[in-house]
């Protein structure tokens, strides 16, 4: 299988994000200045995103690591494969300090944030912040969280 690159749609980026599996890819897009990725499982939760983790079954831990290194570098706001959106507050908080229009960006980004976290079925945030810390220290022996 060979990496993709290039746009899906008008306005609708396709990122090789390999790792979870060889053919992974993301889709990045814009919305009010806001670089949004629907990383999907290359980044399963929030949690897996901020350690730079990857689950276990994986099948290439490296590719998995730069390929969210990569989405780090391009995200305002996450949409993970198993989690709810959001937002990476280092990239937002960056453009705040180069000047960009973060008054209204951030003003998109909770936007953004409310209406997924609204139309979600995920259970209570708490609850499912538990479970995949759980998976993290089930399955990477000696992760600290």
Do not use: C
């Not at 994986?58 to 989690?83: C, F, K, M, N, Q």
């Not at 990476?88 to 953004?112: F, M, Q």
């Amino acid at each position: 299988m060979e990496p993709v690159a290039g746009e899906l749609a008008p306005g609708i980026a396709i990122l090789p994000t390999p790792g979870h599996t060889l053919g992974h890819h993301s889709l990045v897009f814009d919305d009010g200045g806001l670089a949004v990725v629907v990383a999907a499982d290359a980044a399963l939760t929030r949690d897996f995103f901020l350690a730079r983790d990857y689950y276990f079954n994986t099948v290439d831990p490296e590719a998995a690591v730069r390929s969210i290194d990569a989405l780090a570098g391009r995200a305002d706001l996450v949409i993970p494969g198993h989690d709810n959106v959001f937002l990476n507050r280092r990239r937002v908080v960056g453009a705040r300090r180069s000047g960009r229009r973060a008054g209204k960006e951030i003003g998109t980004a909770n936007r953004l944030v409310t209406l997924t976290v609204a139309l979600s079925r995920i259970r209570d945030d708490r609850a499912h912040r538990s479970t995949s810390l759980d998976l993290m220290r089930q399955h990477r022996p000696g992760f600290h969280d």
